[in-house]
């Protein structure tokens, strides 16, 4: 026996917050932060905007919500790894991730609060200092130090212009450098190589941040044999 009711429409999934942020963070990926609007991310996921108010707040809210996904991807350190190697795992993980969503440093500086994923990953950093053995005062010292490289990246003041493509113009150029700036230019050849960096086209972005990470666990490895103390340290003078 035949029935004659029309079969019934497939069941959306219901919306929760999770797949927001996800598809936030694709989005952004994709087309860019200035693309992720309430309005193209309800059109992404096929929803009215009013519907995502009920996962995320604001805007804000959002971007918020999206850093945290990107810190989520930091792997944690192995349990048998020391205190060195575990904070340099977790900042090179850190810098794999960013890798991935371009766009992520930009969101994480604009943030004026902390949320508690990122507090989390804070903790975590501070607490592998503090089970090597390293003081309360030279664990703080050390975060500072390593600033913005616990997110996995680091600001150029000064990016290196790209030169022209023009061969001849080019050559003017890097002649016209070296006549006024010499050791800029002798230095400018003599690093390692990565067309696609981002400091410049004689640098190595990832070089040059595992570098710059070494340097500083290094030294507060030194700082950390010496039993150093802020309290005792020879502050500069001022005035």
């Known amino acids: 026996m035949s029935s004659d009711r029309a079969p019934r429409p497939a069941t959306r999934a219901r919306l929760n917050r999770p797949d927001v942020l996800r598809t936030a963070v694709a989005l952004a990926d994709r087309a860019g932060i200035d693309a992720v609007s309430m309005r193209n991310l309800a059109q992404e996921l096929g929803v009215v905007p009013m519907a995502l108010y009920k996962h995320v707040a604001n805007k804000e809210e959002l ?32 810098r794999q991730a960013l890798l991935h969503h371009p766009w992520a440093p930009q969101v994480i500086e604009s943030r004026s609060a902390a949320s508690p994923v990122v507090l989390d990953y804070m903790n975590s950093l501070i607490g592998t200092f503090r089970a090597g053995g390293l003081s309360a005062d030279l664990a703080h010292h050390a975060m500072h130090a390593l600033g913005s490289r616990m997110w996995g990246f680091t600001q150029e003041v000064f990016p290196t212009p790209s030169p022209p493509a023009d061969p001849a113009l080019r050559e003017a150029m890097l002649r016209d450098i070296a006549l006024r700036y010499p050791h800029i230019a002798e230095i400018a050849g003599a690093g390692a190589h990565d067309p ?34 802020s309290t005792r340290a020879e502050r500069p003078r001022t005035g």
């Open 63 to 94: 971007l918020d919500g999206m850093v945290d996904v990107v810190i989520g991807e930091i792997d944690p350190p192995p349990e048998d790894s020391g205190w060195k190697q575990a904070v340099r795992g977790r900042v090179l993980s850190a």
């Open 196 to 229: 696609g960096s981002a400091v410049g086209s004689t640098c190595d972005d990832q070089f040059e941040f595992e570098f710059a990470l070494d340097l500083l666990l290094d030294g507060i490895e030194r700082l950390h044999q010496r039993s150093w103390s």
